[in-house]
């Protein structure tokens, strides 16, 4: 498999779980203001869409959409238990946190990156995050992870939206439930691992 990737950017979440998976792929980075690979190919003849992530299966399948991708990521090692089993209540669960997490906070969070949006408009953009985070903190209250005790897909791309809000400067302070989540993901020995492979820290 292949995973068209920009460091950082929420192509995180897959490669993460492409890692807790223990499955092989390529990594390929993708100049997004450009739309160009490394190698200089056009990423638009790759994904049309032009957005990472994406996913290029073995068979040549193109799969885009990061909460499309980690379920199927996760469904092709259903005893990793990084998604409940297809059709079950907890299944279903998981897609209203992937939904919550694409719509609320990822769509939220996403415009402030844009340079030409004001002061005003990241101001209204980040108390709107901050309050969705706020519901997530309360939801965790007596919970490792979004589901309970075992770490799915889904908390591969909370994360990754955590990582934007800490580079935002969200104020966080006081959603301890929140807080604890964040240092207990990150400490996982597959999500340093992507972090190191997408340069954003140092080897330990």
């Known amino acids: 498999m292949k995973l068209y990737y920009a460091p950082g950017a929420c192509s995180l979440s ?111 953009f980040k108390d709107r995050a901050t309050s969705k985070f706020k519901y997530v903190d309360s939801q965790l209250a007596g919970h490792d992870y979004l589901m309970g005790k075992q770490f799915t897909v889904a908390d591969g791309y909370l994360y990754v939206m955590l990582r934007w809000a800490d580079g935002m400067k969200f104020d966080l302070s006081g959603l301890n439930n929140l807080l604890a989540y964040k240092d207990r993901v990150a400490a996982r020995p597959k999500v340093q691992q992507a972090l190191v492979k997408e340069g954003l820290v140092k080897a330990a």
């Open 14 to 124: 897959p490669h993460i779980a492409l890692l807790e998976a223990g499955l092989p792929y390529d990594l390929v980075k993708v100049d997004l203001r450009a739309k160009k690979l490394e190698n200089g190919d056009d990423f638009l003849k790759v994904n049309p869409k032009g957005q990472v992530p994406a996913l290029v299966t073995d068979d040549g399948e193109l799969i885009t959409e990061g909460p499309v991708i980690v379920q199927r990521i996760a469904d092709k090692v259903a005893a990793k238990n990084l998604a409940p089993a297809r059709d079950s209540a907890e299944r279903y669960k998981l897609l209203e946190w992937l939904t919550y997490i694409n719509s609320e906070l990822h769509k939220n969070i996403g415009p402030m990156f844009n340079p030409m949006l004001s002061d005003e408009a990241k101001g209204v």
